[in-house]
């Protein structure tokens, strides 16, 4: 097998790799779609429309965190290859961002530091770093099809669309399926689409979502002023303040204020608070976060599975 030579990149610490793993097997959206052992991370990304696949791992503490990670392109033989540089530099920045590897918790921890249940589980996740979406149209496309549904059907879509449009690459004997990207389906019609979907307004929604990111460059959506971004997002057929907000962060890490919490993330709140937590309870302990609100939300979520 030939890879590309095991290299690292550092991490602002403190940067705890195992919370980052726990995070993802947990995390339902993305389950069946990576290999998670003790100690390394092996999923596939979409890079220039050509899957790349990606081990990780976190291999020793210290001041400045090291991850260190290798690459394989799979090609047609299934014989893994290594990748050309130009490649290297994309994935390894798309693996920083997924991995939330540049993001300094201290202001966040500050904030907990006069928030005594959240300092308790800041104590407890120390080191948990945001675990974003592997692109804002994946999840785009994921915060649109989970609405008033069962998680478990959400994912039958998901893995529906990844068998049409996207890949599954083979690596080491494990199936690492690849969403596909904006341009891939914006190509694609609303009646392909309908009949993996069912009939409705999720066909047409994931059709002009997927029209509308292809004709951006995501750099724009990380730069751009939040108002903007947040604009343009809903001014997207289907995509409302859930899916809006729900791209800003968790797949861009940038919180624009929006409180919609969840049955199960109230409870969340109640068991890390000790009391039950009412709507106007949880608005007020979130806004003192600020633009760090998300990060609030993220570890009462955390601790449920983390």
């Known amino acids: 097998m030939h890879s ?3 290299r690292s990149f550092a991490a ?16 339902s959206p993305m389950h069946g779609e990576q290999t998670v052992t003790k100690d390394s991370l092996t999923k596939a ?7 790349v696949v990606a ?10 965190p090291a991850i260190g ?3 394989w392109s799979p ?4 014989t893994p290859r290594a990748v050309a540089p130009g490649v290297e530099r994309a994935v390894v920045d798309r693996l920083r961002r997924f991995l939330g590897a540049d993001e300094d918790l201290a202001p966040f921890y500050a904030l907990a530091a006069d928030d005594p249940p959240m300092a308790r589980l800041t104590e407890r996740l120390h080191g948990l770093h945001h675990v974003t979406f592997p692109s804002a149209f994946e999840a785009a496309c994921w915060g649109l099809l989970y609405q008033r549904i069962p998680l478990s059907r959400a994912r039958d879509m998901k893995r529906a669309i990844v068998r049409a449009f996207g890949a599954t690459v083979v690596h080491e004997g494990a199936e690492l399926p690849v969403f596909p990207d904006a341009s891939t389906m914006a190509r694609v019609g609303e009646p392909e689409l309908g009949a993996l979907l069912g009939p409705g307004r999720r066909a047409r929604a994931i059709a002009a979502i997927a029209r509308a990111f292809a004709a951006v460059d995501e750099s724009w959506l990380r ?3 939040i108002a ?7 001014s997207i057929y289907g995509v409302g303040e859930f899916t809006s907000g729900f791209v800003l962060y968790r797949a861009l890490g940038r919180f624009d204020g929006a409180t919609l919490f969840s049955p199960h993330l109230v409870e969340a709140a109640g068991r890390v608070y000790g009391r039950a937590m009412t709507a106007a309870d949880m608005r007020r302990a979130c806004a003192r976060y600020a633009s760090w609100g998300g990060h609030w939300m993220l570890y009462l979520w955390a601790s449920t599975f983390v």
Do not use: C, I, K, M
Request: glycine fraction near 8%; charge should be positive.
């Open 4 to 6: 590309a030579a095991a």
């Open 12 to 27: 602002v610490a403190p940067f705890d790799f195992g919370r980052s793993l726990a995070f993802l097997r947990g995390f």
């Open 45 to 51: 990304f979409l890079v220039g429309a050509r899957p």
């Open 55 to 64: 081990r990780v791992h976190q291999p020793e503490d210290g001041a400045a």
């Open 69 to 71: 990670y290798e690459l």
């Open 75 to 78: 090609s047609a033989t299934h």
């Open 223 to 225: 730069a751009a002023p």
């Open 228 to 234: 903007e971004v947040r604009a343009w997002l809903r």
